[in-house]
Structure formats: C-alpha cells, structure tokens
C-alpha cells in the first residue's frame, strides 16, 4: 500500500528525446507536486495541481507539461531533453486544509533521469 | 516572502554525538515549520512538526522547537546513530495559504561515524 508512487524509478535517455513520469497516490489528497532536486539536493518546485487544475506553475521551461487527469494522479511530460534536464524528480501529494496549518506533503520515492 | 535558511552541510559527527543543525525562517504570515528527512536513495519523509510558537515537535529523539521571537526551528538530537546520516530539510507553509505549498531551505548532509 505505496501512498505515493512514481514510475519509472530511474530513466536513462539521449538528449532530444520525449519522456513521462507517471505519479499516483491513493491516500485521497486533493493536492499534487511536482519538485526537480539538483545534483546539490536543492529542492525546486515545479508545478502544483489541485482537483486538477494548475495552482502553482514556477519558472519552468515550456519542455515541461504536467497533465493531471484525475485528483489521484498527476504526470510529467518532457520534451526534447537536454543534458541540464538531468536529476531526481519527486511528486508529493497533500490535502490543503483551511488555514493550512498541517498542510504535510507525502513524497514519492523519486524517479531519477539521467540525460546523455 | 517566504524563505528558509538552515546551516550548510556537510556535518559529520562520531556515533553517540549531540546534533544541531540551525534553521531560521521569514515568512509574511504565520507559518506552520517542518523538519523533513531524506534517507540515501528515498524520498523526503516527514520527520517531525510544529504548528504555533513555543509548540515542540519530537520524533525518533529528535526534537524542534518553533521559536517566533527569533523565527528559528532548530533540530537537536542528544545522541546520533548511524543510522540518522541523511539530509535533513527544514520548511514551512504559511497558515492560510490556499496552496499549500511547502518552502524548503537548502537541505543538510549529515552522516555518522561509527
């Protein structure tokens, strides 16, 4: 019972080419992240979905297209990849409350992408 | 804004050592702190919480405490093992945001020595 899960877990691919990362979590949350982690383990927001709708889009190469196509899952399409592409993305998922106070984000176990 | 600094690693400390690592905090309301942890290879779990000032957050022996007076959240543990090298990341949430998004400081290796 994965609250979060990602797939694939790592992908090795040619600078150019179009990949996907699928994320699900099946603990009923309303709220989906996708985050970039660096090769420094800075963390780095990319995009937010709530009842699938985009809520938090930060500065991101237009490559990058996250679909979400229910509450439970959110992907992340990349097109034409490139070698600064490369590093360990990760999807959480939360329930945002009124007045956010535990406003806690689950975490999926990342998906590492490597471009060469 | 918001934002998170917490000291910069790497630490590295002996089996049984006393561990701090430093985290402060700005933020334009009132936040809501954590302490993540992000074992080799995994995901970031959440390793302990505060929600108001003086409110203390413990786990596995750690302990945080939300200070306001000086918007700090510092994480201690009296003894470490080496089972706690990871990378520790502080971060908050702003009460009342209806994003929920998290701000995460810049993350810190610990690793411990038998």
């Known amino acids: 019972d994965t609250a979060v899960s990602q797939t694939p877990k790592y992908l090795v691919t040619q600078m150019g080419n179009d990949k996907s990362i699928k994320c699900e979590q099946n603990?009923?949350?309303?709220?989906m992240y996708w985050y970039k982690q660096d090769s420094k383990k800075f963390l780095k927001i990319m995009f937010s979905?709530?009842?699938?709708?985009?809520?938090i889009n930060e500065t991101v190469p237009n490559r990058f297209s996250p679909k979400s196509p229910d509450k439970a899952h959110l992907n992340l399409h990349i097109n034409s990849l490139e070698l600064g592409d490369s590093a360990v993305y990760f999807c959480?998922?939360?329930?945002?409350?009124?007045?956010?106070?535990?406003?806690?984000?689950?975490f999926g176990p990342g998906t590492r992408l490597t471009v060469l | 804004g918001n934002s998170v600094t917490q000291m910069e690693g790497p630490v590295t400390l002996s089996e049984e050592a006393f561990l701090t690592i430093n985290c402060t905090y700005t933020?334009?309301?009132?936040?809501?702190l954590f302490w993540y942890v992000q074992y080799p290879g995994e995901g970031l779990q959440l390793l302990l919480k505060?929600?108001?000032?003086?409110d203390k957050g413990s786990n596995k022996g750690f302990e945080a405490t939300y200070r306001k007076e000086t918007t700090s959240f510092h994480l201690e543990k009296g003894s470490v093992q080496v089972s706690d090298s990871a990378v520790y990341f502080c971060?908050?949430?702003?009460?009342?945001?209806?994003?929920?998004?998290?701000?995460f400081g810049r993350g810190t290796q610990l690793t411990v020595w038998p």
């Open positions: 971060a908050l949430v702003e009460r009342g945001s209806t994003l929920g998004r998290l701000y």
């Open positions: 603990l009923g949350h309303d709220t």
């Open positions: 933020a334009t309301g009132y936040p809501s």
């Open positions: 505060a929600t108001k000032a003086d």
């Open positions: 959480a998922s939360s329930q945002v409350r009124a007045g956010g106070q535990n406003n806690e984000q689950f």
């Open positions: 979905y709530n009842n699938k709708e985009l809520i």
